[in-house]
């Protein structure tokens, strides 16, 4: 079928790597491996620990599994059992299809010898033989980001976000292979914002149904949720009415897998629905809030952006110093931006009317 569709002999031959071989024989092995996936994906390392060493248990040939055992095992900090792993993973190298084993040998490479020449040379073969995955291309940036080529680094990220092909097709590969709580939330929250209402409200119904105990998500993801769809609705003090139980415990880290993304995204929309209520003042408190806790917010979108919602909240005061303060402030954090990001350039037009 290969050489009909128009590969060349020597290409079959040379990935002419069996099924059997590229995975495992093992249908009991593969399907522990598919749940430690899972699991992972989920954030519960511990979990997926388990099943893919319940997947070398039963194949001790499954390279793939050793080498996502070795990754875990390096996330916990188990240096010494993440480079055992990631050295059984390498040994069997060869039994495995072409990609995984670029992937297997780029992982030697720069996690256990630390050779990032070589992982120069892998991602950029990587990259030329399979242009569709973006991983090497995303790999090869932070390469070039160890090595203080930033430039390089930044045009090898943006190469590899192509590759992925921008936000709501991402949610859409992200629903078909995650069904993990945060990562349901990131796409409804996402979709919320990008005016598809549909497809986060069924999101959030199925969050709601899947974890109707679940603290975090019952008093900060759906409470939040429900805020932005009533804010879709211009219904500004439904959405404040949905966010009250999430008060008490909005400065929580909510998130169960390695990166808290979601913190303090209650107070974020609480303050667009003052805002959207013309309560200046109430929005202006919020997004202090998010300011004077830069800690949880890390790098998220909602740390900068904090910054032009309070210049909206000043400006709606009619207090224009501290307005343009803030928008200003936003300005110069976001001054390296593409130029053609509808809100950076809404709020270069709001920040020219203060003047």
């Known amino acids: 079928m290969r050489t009909k569709l128009g590969e060349s002999l020597s290409t079959v031959q040379k990935y002419n790597t069996p099924l059997e071989q590229a995975t495992t024989p093992s249908l009991e092995a593969l399907q522990a491996y598919s749940l430690g996936f899972k699991a992972e994906d989920g954030g519960d390392i511990a979990a997926a620990m388990a ?39 390498f040994a069997l190298r060869n039994r495995v299809s072409a990609l995984e084993k670029l992937i297997i040998e780029e992982e030697h490479a720069g996690s256990i010898s630390g050779d ?25 940036g932070e390469t070039w980001n160890f090595l203080g080529q ?8 943006r190469e590899a976000l192509r590759r992925q092909r921008t936000a709501r097709q991402q949610a859409a590969l992200l629903r078909e292979h995650a069904s993990g709580r945060d990562f349901d939330y990131a796409m409804a929250l996402a979709l919320t914002y990008a005016g598809d209402a549909r497809q986060a409200s069924a999101l959030a119904d199925g969050l709601g149904r899947r974890f109707p105990e679940d603290t975090l998500i019952q008093l900060n993801y759906l409470p939040t949720l429900r805020a932005r769809f009533a804010l879709v609705r211009a219904n500004p003090q439904e959405a404040l009415h949905f966010l009250e139980p999430a ?26 629905a003052y805002l959207a209520a013309h309560r200046g003042g109430d929005a202006a408190n919020e997004f202090q809030k998010i300011l004077d806790h830069r800690g949880l917010v890390v790098n998220e979108p909602i740390g900068a952006l904090a910054h032009l919602q309070l210049g909206r909240a000043y400006a709606m005061q009619g207090d224009a110093p501290k307005a343009g303060a803030a928008y200003q402030e936003f300005l110069t954090l976001w001054k390296d931006a593409d130029s053609d990001i509808p809100i950076l350039q809404q709020a270069k037009a709001e920040c020219a009317k203060l003047r």
């Not at 892998?122 to 991983?135: E, M, Q, S, V």
């Not at 930033?150 to 990220?157: A, D, H, I, V």
Request: hydrophobic share 40%.
């Open 51 to 89: 099943f893919f060493k319940r997947a070398t248990q039963i194949d001790p040939n499954f390279a793939m599994s050793y080498l996502l055992t070795a990754g875990d095992y390096e996330i916990l900090g188990e240096a010494a059992l993440a480079v055992e792993n990631g050295q059984k993973a």
């Open 247 to 272: 008060a008490p415990y909005e400065f929580g880290l909510p998130a169960t897998g390695l990166y808290n993304w979601p913190n303090l995204y209650p107070v974020y929309v609480r303050g667009e």
């Open 150 to 157: 930033y430039e390089s680094g930044l045009e090898e990220k």
């Open 116 to 140: 990032l020449t070589e992982v120069r040379q892998i991602c950029g073969l990587g990259a030329r033989t399979y242009p569709r995955n973006f991983i090497f291309h995303e790999d090869l």
